[in-house]
Structures are given as structure tokens and as C-alpha cells.
């Protein structure tokens, strides 16, 4: 190893995310370069022996190697805090491809249940056809988690603060957990991002983006993102490679720029979040307002200590039934409405008949998923035009 000075070793947060992975070309090209293209040329057929071999490092075919992916993969294992990251095509791909590389028939997961809709499907249709048995559990409950553990638990898996109602989950005490059970503790951490919580830190083995939300932060690509230790890395990397979940370079290229201005668009959402939750909590057509944020909310003091602010996503019931909240998001004319979150548009949601609608009447109740509730993922606009949006709604009540 050369002894060169490196001045990322102790870099904040900010530095690596504008810093982090660049390795220029002959070119001296100032920003990160994208390269459109599948496959690498070798110098000579030695040299293409070693690199399938991987005798030697360097690229061969972009399925698994290209440099604006690799940029991207280290730049979100630097703001993760983890030795390395793998990236792939969804996020959705990189929940799959965490739990092909490092599950096997026989074994079983412990899930909270208020996971990503789509996650609930991958777990209960694809990984138990596979032979892996998975337990849900209520994300808050610690004694639940423990309950819940069998000699064959492999893996426990969790996204915190929880969508919609942003229930916390204390990510240190299950790290705990999953080391007495010497087993793998992986957090989704899609809400929070590294901008705001770190869960590597706080004790996790693995990181799940989806980087379509908040680290591409504009709507405009899907992507995903797995990040730890290198010897789960490498088996993530193995799957990708051999299986074809990847990320496409333009799309790396997207989430390089995104991760520049992610600490400032996070403090940005947080902050229009909290004034909204505030906003809406006063309100007399407002029955509950669900925001880490609030003091009142139930998770607030363990939101305080393991993230630096909130985050953009808040729901809130109305008084009134389902056709009351209909009126509502028909009346409003600069929200998106749209399920999608983590854009710089804010965008509005009824859970109850879209993110959710999957669920029976018995599985909404459990969830609190309540026919009067209406989820808001904030975006940069001005909250002054926000909420002249909201009492939009309001008025259609
Ligand atoms: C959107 C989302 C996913 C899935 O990501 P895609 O990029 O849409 O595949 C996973 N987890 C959370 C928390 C999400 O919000």
C-alpha cells in the first residue's frame, strides 16, 4: 500500500459525498465521467486471461464492473460508514439479491411488518417458495423480535421510521439482538438515508437502499444499493454478477450527482416536514398527525437520539371517512399525487386504497392504516405554498 496522504480518511460526511470514488481519467476530468458502454477492451490476450480470472482488477463487462457504478458504490459505502457497497438495478433488487447471496432453504427471517408493500411480497411469495420461512413482527416490539427467533433465524430485517405512520424502531438494541443470535441485522434505510441515520454505526451488518427515493432525490431513476462488510459484499457481488440485477452506468452517473446534495435536501425536507406536522397537528379538520417530529409522537425520544433530524414523510388522519379524503386530494393543485417519495415535488398519497390497498381490513387495522389517512412525502417547495395546498383540501371536506 503507498503511504500517500489520503484526506478522505477522517472526511465528514459532506466531503465524501461531493469526494468520495473519483478516480480521474487521463483526461483530468474535473466531475465524475459516465461510460456508456458494455463491455472493456483487453491489451493483449494475457491481459484479458487475468482479468476473467480475476487475477488482475479491472473492468470486463459492465454487469458487474464499470467505473461510474464503481464510484457510485463507494462514494454511498463512505456516507454509509461500511467497507463496501454493491449496487443494483432497484431497490427492490437489492433486498433480492441480500437475501439470494446470503440465505439458503431451511432458514428463516424475522421482518417487521411495516415494511415496503413490495418487500412483504418478496418475503412471503418468492422467499418461502424457496424454502425460507419468514416471521413478521411489530417493529417497535423488542420482546416481539425475540420472540420470534428460532435456531434456524438467520437474518432479521427492518425499515425504520416506518411508512406511514413513522413508528422507530431502536436499532441498537436489535443489533444486539442479532448478535446474541449470530445472526445478520440488515435496515433498510431508505427514509433516513446516511444524511440522517447511520445504522452501520449504530450496530447493523447491512444497509438496503432504494436510491430511486431520496439519494436520487428527483424522480428521474431506479436504482438500489447494498452496503457492508466485504465478505457479504462479495456474495452480493457474486449474485449480481452471475444473476444480472445491475445497476445501469447512466443510472449510476444520476445518483452520483444526487448524493452530492443529499445532507442539504434532507435537512431541507426535514425542516418543511416538521413545519407541516406542526401546521397540520393544530388543525380542528385534523383527528392525528403521525411525525417523529412531534414531541408527542411515540418514537420522538428514540428518533432524537439515533437520527439528526426527521426526515421528509408525515401522515395524517382527517376527520371524515374515505370519500372525505378523496375530496381532499382532488382539491389540492400543486401536490403531486402520486405514491412515489423522496422528490423534490412533494407528493400525497391515500394509503388505504393505493400503497396499502393490498392488505385485507383485519391487516389495515393492525397496521393502522385507517381509511382517514392521508401520507405526504414533502418536498423543497415553499411550506407557505404547502400549506395553501392543504387548506385546499381542507375547504373540499
Ligand atoms: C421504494 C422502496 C423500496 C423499493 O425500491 P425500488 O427502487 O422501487 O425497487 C424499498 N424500500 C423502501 C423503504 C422503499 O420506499
Known amino acids: ?178 448478535k446474541a443470535h449470530e445472526c445478520l441485522f440488515v435496515v433498510d434505510n431508505c427514509f433516513c438515508t446516511p444524511a440522517l441515520q447511520k445504522p452501520l454505526a449504530l450496530g447493523a451488518d447491512i444497509v438496503i437502499h432504494s436510491a430511486t427515493k431520496y439519494l436520487d432525490g428527483q424522480g428521474r431513476c431506479l436504482g438500489g444499493a447494498v452496503v457492508g462488510r466485504q465478505e457479504h459484499m462479495q456474495e452480493v457481488l457474486a449474485f449480481i454478477r452471475t444473476c444480472g440485477p445491475s445497476m445501469s452506468p447512466f443510472n449510476a452517473w444520476v445518483f452520483i450527482k444526487g448524493l452530492e446534495t443529499l445532507s442539504l435536501r434532507m435537512k431541507a425536507h426535514s425542516e418543511n416536514a416538521q413545519g407541516m406536522a406542526e401546521f397540520l397537528n393544530q388543525h380542528p379538520q385534523v383527528e392525528a398527525t403521525h411525525y417523529a417530529g412531534l414531541p408527542e409522537h411515540p418514537g420522538h425520544a428514540l428518533a432524537s437520539k439515533q437520527q439528526s433530524a426527521f426526515g421528509g414523510v408525515l401522515s395524517f388522519e382527517v376527520s371524515g371517512d374515505k370519500a372525505a379524503c378523496w375530496r381532499f386530494l382532488n382539491a389540492t393543485q400543486l401536490m403531486s399525487l402520486t405514491a412515489n417519495l423522496g422528490d423534490a415535488k412533494t407528493t400525497i398519497v391515500h394509503p388505504a386504497t393505493t400503497t396499502h390497498g393490498r392488505l385485507t381490513d383485519d391487516q389495515k387495522r393492525e397496521a393502522g392504516i385507517k381509511d382517514n389517512l392521508i401520507r405526504i412525502a414533502v418536498g423543497l417547495e415553499d411550506l407557505d405554498d404547502l400549506i395553501a395546498d392543504l387548506e385546499r383540501g381542507f375547504a373540499a371536506l
Not at 14 to 28: D, K, S
Not at 32 to 44: A, G
Not at 145 to 172: G, R, Y
Request: proline fraction near 4%; charged fraction near 15%; charge should be negative.
Open 1 to 178: 500500500m503507498s503511504d500517500k496522504f489520503n484526506p478522505l480518511e477522517n472526511a465528514g460526511l459532506n466531503t465524501l459525498a461531493v469526494r468520495a470514488g473519483i478516480h480521474r481519467t487521463q483526461e483530468g476530468e474535473h466531475a465524475e465521467p459516465l461510460f456508456m458502454t458494455s463491455s472493456y477492451v483487453f491489451n493483449s490476450a494475457e491481459e484479458a486471461a487475468a482479468r476473467f480470472s480475476g487475477d488482475e482488477p479491472g473492468n470486463v463487462y459492465s454487469r458487474y464492473t464499470t467505473p461510474t457504478v464503481n464510484t457510485f458504490q463507494e462514494r454511498i459505502a463512505a456516507m454509509e460508514g461500511g467497507e463496501a457497497a454493491v449496487a443494483t438495478a432497484s431497490g427492490m433488487a437489492a433486498i433480492l439479491s441480500t437475501c439470494m447471496a446470503l440465505l439458503k432453504s431451511g432458514d428463516h427471517v424475522v421482518c417487521s411488518k411495516s415494511v415496503f408493500g413490495t418487500t412483504t411480497v418478496l418475503f412471503s411469495k418468492y422467499l418461502q417458495k424457496f424454502g425460507v420461512e419468514v416471521t413478521s413482527v411489530d417493529l417497535t416490539d423488542l420482546s416481539a423480535w425475540e420472540a420470534a427467533l428460532q435456531p434456524n433465524t438467520q437474518l432479521l430485517f427492518c425499515e425504520t421510521p416506518s411508512n406511514p405512520l413513522c413508528h422507530v424502531a431502536d436499532i441498537k438494541a436489535l443489533s444486539e439482538l442479532s
